[in-house]
């Protein structure tokens, strides 16, 4: 890549209630290999932003705007205009977080006015101690189905983890952080 060529930038979106917890980890550890590969980054973390839970506005689709006043419109344009995305969640009863449900429910608007998201690529983070993990992906992908108009590649990685910790102890689940990122990568150098 020549110096004048413009970086990509991958943008993630973490819906884990715990700053230190196992999903940040896996997507810290992603990012980092991004990083590494000259792509710029930037994490997310849903608690750090005001994201009110949509209020079912019949009107929404001629609403010039969301009534609802709080960070959804930094986010938005952040994930909207990012080459990258990645949705990232603990699973929680067998599916995202209320966080990320949250932040996905409040997109509605851009649906509405047929404003579609499109990234170069797309990646899916889940993590559970032990079940659910297909549930939460199928939801993830339901999301980015209903968010797009076209084709866009879908990375994914899931992984077990409980406790505080127990993500950045698990190499294999580490490995596997970079190598989506390397998928990622792979997608946003060769423009598909
Ligand atoms: C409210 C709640 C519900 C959970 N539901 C599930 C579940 O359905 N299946 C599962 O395997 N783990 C479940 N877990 C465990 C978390 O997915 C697991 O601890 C995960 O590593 C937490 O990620 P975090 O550290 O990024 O917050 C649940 C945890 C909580 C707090």
Known sequence: ???????????AVVGSPRPDGNTVTVVK????ELEGRQIDTELLFLPDYRVYPCEGHDTCGSLRSCPLEDDMPLLLEKV?????AIFASPVYYENVTAQLKAFMD??????????????RVIGLVAVAYETGLDDTIAALRRFIGLSTQREIPVEVLTGLAYELGDAAGNADLMAAARDLAGRLAGHLSSGD
Not at 1 to 11: A, N, P
Not at 80 to 84: C, E
């Open 1 to 11: 890549m020549t110096t004048d060529q413009k970086r990509s930038r991958v943008v």
């Open 29 to 32: 550890t992603v990012l980092q």
């Open 80 to 84: 909207y205009g990012a080459d990258g």
């Open 106 to 119: 409040r997109t509605v608007w851009q649906y509405n006015h047929e404003r579609w998201l499109e990234p």
